[in-house]
């Protein structure tokens, strides 16, 4: 790709000024548009150092109204990024409906800058580009527009950038030791952004290869680029939605249901003394594997999910209650606030994703997409099947960043649920616990339960199994999920020595 570009494109002054007025116009029309229709988008500038990066996204939001922008100058990452996985720094930076974010610079400094500098596996490289596709194929399925942008200059240009700006104490700063090693290492580095483009170039977030020896040629083409996109993302968003079809359930889907909750033995049970002294040690060995779990920077996202009164809070506080209350968050999962509606729905469990060597341990997940909002009506048939994947993929990420996660679904069955509901009834200390919802819930047992196999068998998966804890007897079902944290904490820090 980039061995073919000519790089020899000009525009002169004139041609230059007859176009740039019509376009900035468009551009700024297209922004109120995508404003009006809640359309979010991302614009990322990638390319050679001393291509231009800077001047062309100062020369792009001239058109723009400055109120419904924002630039993102990525550079190394912050210590505190380098605690996360490294796209949660984009997630975090994602732009709500309506909005433009630009950055200059992207995730895909990752996967060139960062690569370029350090020795990287092949498994790593490897995950990096799965992580970096699957972000993108997310977004874009989520109503983003992605617009990515690749600055074309060769070794000669490069170079007598570098010179000029070295010249002048004043621009001198922007040029560092790393920047002139890549232009000594040319074709290594050329292969690295070659290989990168090939490997992200898809339908849905496809790369424009800009020539950006003559800045004028460069800014007609880029603002041509964005114009068409957006106006591309516009008119599919005016175009009346086609009345959704479910998608035939799978034949097995029957099979689901009594391969999984059904196969749980809820007779299961441990008496009050046993339960005591299980507990004791079990607190005592989690105690001690958070302070390991700190000291060896790896991170714990622990998930609950279950029935209504299955049992997730009492978990939660056993599990805590030895913790050190400086490294953990417990994280309740209500219903998305009018920000969080603005985004795409992965976004808010990003922002609550633990740094390295802290715990968030989340009361509800990301797993009400393909439950809750699945038997309600809240997401379309698309959305929530298109889910599956999504989720599994960004705990493959937390995963391949170190962290450990675990999923908890806590079953009980109907009897149980009705005596727990009418016994908090019955509790004046416990009345806020029980809601008409959870009543109304609860005469949607048979689609809950459908829907949770299927979720079951679809995200329970190597890096990020889910755990059925057996949850008539409250005793038995903490001291389970207890030795499932201690377990699965053991082997990971086995797996550090």
Wanted: net charge positive.
């Amino acid at each position: 790709m980039l061995e073919k570009m000519d790089l020899t494109k000009k525009m002169d002054k004139e041609t230059y000024k007859a176009k740039i007025e019509d376009l900035q116009e468009k551009l700024g029309g297209l922004q109120r548009e995508c404003k009006a229709l809640n359309i979010p988008v991302m614009i990322a500038f990638e390319g050679y150092d001393a291509a231009g990066k800077g001047s062309q996204i100062a020369e792009l939001i001239q058109a723009l109204d400055p109120r419904g922008f924002e630039v993102h100058a990525v550079k190394q990452e912050t210590e505190n990024e380098k605690m996360h996985a490294f796209l949660w720094r984009f997630w975090t930076k994602t732009p709500p409906n309506g909005r433009i974010a630009i950055y200059d610079s992207s995730w895909y400094r990752h996967v060139l800058v960062e690569r370029f500098e350090k020795i990287m596996t092949k498994e790593q490289l490897a995950n990096a580009y799965d992580s970096i596709c699957s972000f993108e194929r997310q977004l874009s399925d989520g109503g983003m527009a992605i617009i990515k942008i690749f600055l074309c200059i060769d070794k000669k240009e490069q170079k007598k950038r570098f010179k000029k700006l070295l010249k002048s104490k004043e621009t001198a700063w922007r040029v560092t030791k790393a920047d002139l090693k890549r232009n000594d290492d040319f074709g290594k580095y050329q292969a690295i952004n070659e290989e990168m483009l090939q490997k992200t170039d898809t339908d849905y977030a496809p790369w424009t290869l800009v020539e950006a020896t003559d800045r004028r040629f460069a800014t007609i083409k880029i603002y041509t680029t964005v114009i068409n996109a957006l106006a591309a993302k516009v008119e599919a968003a005016k175009m009346p939605k086609a009345e959704e079809v479910a998608a035939a359930k799978p034949e097995y889907d029957k099979e689901l249901q009594s391969s999984i909750l059904s196969k749980a033995d809820l007779t299961k049970m441990l008496t009050k003394e046993e339960y005591k002294k299980k507990l004791k040690v079990l607190q005592e060995k989690i105690q001690m594997l958070h302070g390991e779990m700190y000291r060896k920077r790896i991170p714990l996202v622990v998930g609950f999910e279950g029935w209504d009164a299955g049992g997730k809070g009492g978990a939660i506080k056993r599990l805590t209650e030895k913790m050190d209350p400086r490294g953990y968050v417990v994280h309740p999962t209500a219903s998305p606030n009018d920000i969080e509606r603005e985004h795409h729905y992965l976004w808010r469990f990003w922002e609550a994703m633990p740094k390295a060597g802290h715990a968030t341990i989340f009361d509800r997940t990301w797993y009400g997409r393909v439950m809750v909002e699945r038997i309600e009506g809240f997401c379309s048939t698309q959305d929530w099947q298109r889910a599956y994947k999504e989720m599994n993929d960004m705990e493959s990420d937390l995963v391949n960043a170190g962290a450990v996660v675990l999923k908890f679904w806590l079953q009980i069955d109907q009897d149980e649920q009705k005596r727990r509901f009418e016994e908090r009834q019955q509790n004046p200390e416990k009345q806020w616990k029980i809601t008409d919802e959870d009543w109304r819930n609860r005469e949607k047992w048979d689609q809950y339960e459908e829907a949770v196999n299927e979720m079951l068998i679809r995200t329970s998966t190597p890096k990020a199994p889910w755990i059925v804890v057996e949850g008539n007897c409250k005793y038995y079902a903490r001291i389970k999920v207890l030795q499932s944290v201690v377990d699965a904490l053991e082997t990971r820090l086995k797996e550090e020595k």
